[in-house]
């Protein structure tokens, strides 16, 4: 078994992960890393990948049957990173993979009402300012969140039953 933990609780797979070292991380997993692992944060491995916008890290974290669902320590699955940051290729690869879109994080937001309120801010920003990104990141612009927002609604827009 694998477990190293660095100051801020980053495993070798975390590491693995953020560089996008799918070799790495594969070997890891031979012998024996547990992936679902949070360090200080919550964030796991696949938190990690998606946070770096590594799409083929995510994926064979999706192949080696990683939770898509779990959260971090503020509620925010690997889907809310996602959409938050704007990822369209690692928004696509989490809600093929079965990410479930419903869930809230500790805001009580689900992603696409994280994506609204985004949205939301950046269109009263913008009114003020022609700056073409959200948050300094150039890979949230605001045709990311349309485009994601698409991607979203046909998913989020399905009634969900209760049991009672």
Do not use: W
Not at 15 to 40: F, N, W
Not at 54 to 65: P, R, W, Y
Not at 142 to 163: A, F, H, N
């Amino acid at each position: 078994m694998v477990l190293l933990l660095s100051y801020i609780g980053f495993t070798p797979a975390h590491l693995a992960a953020c560089a996008g070292h799918v070799e790495a991380l594969t070997a890891l997993l031979d012998k024996g890393a547990d992936l679902s692992i949070g360090c200080r944060n919550g964030y796991t491995p696949l938190h990690i990948a998606v946070e770096a916008d590594k799409s083929k890290t995510v994926k064979a974290l999706i192949e080696a049957k990683v939770h898509l669902n779990t959260p971090n320590n503020m509620g925010m699955t690997a889907l809310h990173i996602a959409v938050k940051a704007g990822l369209v290729g690692v928004v696509e690869v989490l809600l093929q993979a079965g990410a479930d879109c419903h869930l809230t994080n500790s805001e009580g937001l689900t992603p696409l009402a994280l994506l609204e309120e985004d949205l939301k801010s950046f269109l009263e920003v913008a009114e003020d300012f022609s700056y073409p990104y959200i948050f300094g990141s150039p890979k949230a612009s605001i045709e990311s969140l349309k485009t994601i927002r698409g991607l979203l609604q046909p998913v989020g827009s399905v009634e969900v039953k209760g049991d009672g």
